[in-house]
């Protein structure tokens, strides 16, 4: 019988993830799906909490580093970076989720990447040190925020839900007000590559005014 390997176990909760999400996932579902002992997979992830982290190091692969980026000016080079890191999560199904559940902890080598090129730009950009770790922050969760949104849209769908069914019912006066109509129509028509991209545009332009 062939040894399980550390990849192999990694590689299944990819498989199992995009079949069933994130809250499906367990060690037990995964060990089924491998064909092996629950205890099999304690051999290369003790917990659960460290297999997620693997998996969202593994999403954020190739994602930033050295020529990752381009060759453009830094707000450039953001945007690209930026657009990079959702097209990994959009990859995997839940993988904003799978990534948002590290954002917070140490993270692995990958993700801890992603936010070194950002920051590395912001200082050759002219921010202090400590003010583009900030700005890493706020750019890295946007990414992780709106591409939930939007993962969380598409699971709806394939459910067959009704679009409208995912927001709140509006209230008499909501829908006595146009700005909040208007608001639910974008919400559940706008196309998710522009609205990306057209936020993430004002909030560079909005960092370019804070240039020291």
Not at 35 to 42: E, K, R, S, T
Not at 46 to 58: E, G, H, P, S
Not at 153 to 181: C, H, I, L, M, W
Request: net charge negative; proline share 3%.
């Amino acid at each position: 019988m062939t040894q399980l390997r550390q990849e192999d176990v990694l590689s299944g909760a990819l498989d199992l993830l995009d079949a069933e999400g994130l809250d499906a996932l367990t060690m037990r579902r995964l060990a089924a799906s491998l064909h092996v002992q629950a205890g099999a997979l304690y051999w290369h992830f003790d917990c659960k909490r460290a297999l997620v982290d693997a998996m969202a190091d593994r999403l954020a692969a190739d994602v930033g580093g050295p020529g990752t980026t381009g060759d453009g000016t830094w707000d450039e080079q953001l945007t690209e970076l930026a657009m990079r890191l959702r097209r990994a999560l959009l990859a995997h199904r839940d993988g904003a989720r799978v990534v948002t559940e590290t954002a917070c902890a140490a993270g692995g080598a990958n993700t801890l990447l992603v936010g070194r090129t950002s920051t590395e730009l912001l200082i050759a950009a002219g921010f202090p040190p400590e003010q583009a770790t900030w700005l890493t922050f706020a750019l890295i969760h946007y990414v992780l925020g709106q591409t939930m949104g939007e993962q969380a849209r598409a699971e709806f769908v394939a459910r067959g839900e009704p679009r409208a069914a995912q927001t709140a019912a509006p209230s008499d006066e909501d829908d006595k007000n146009e700005a909040y109509r208007r608001l639910r129509a974008s919400a559940q028509s706008a196309d998710p590559d522009e609205q990306f991209a057209y936020a993430l545009s004002v909030f560079l332009d909005g960092i370019k005014h804070r240039l020291p």
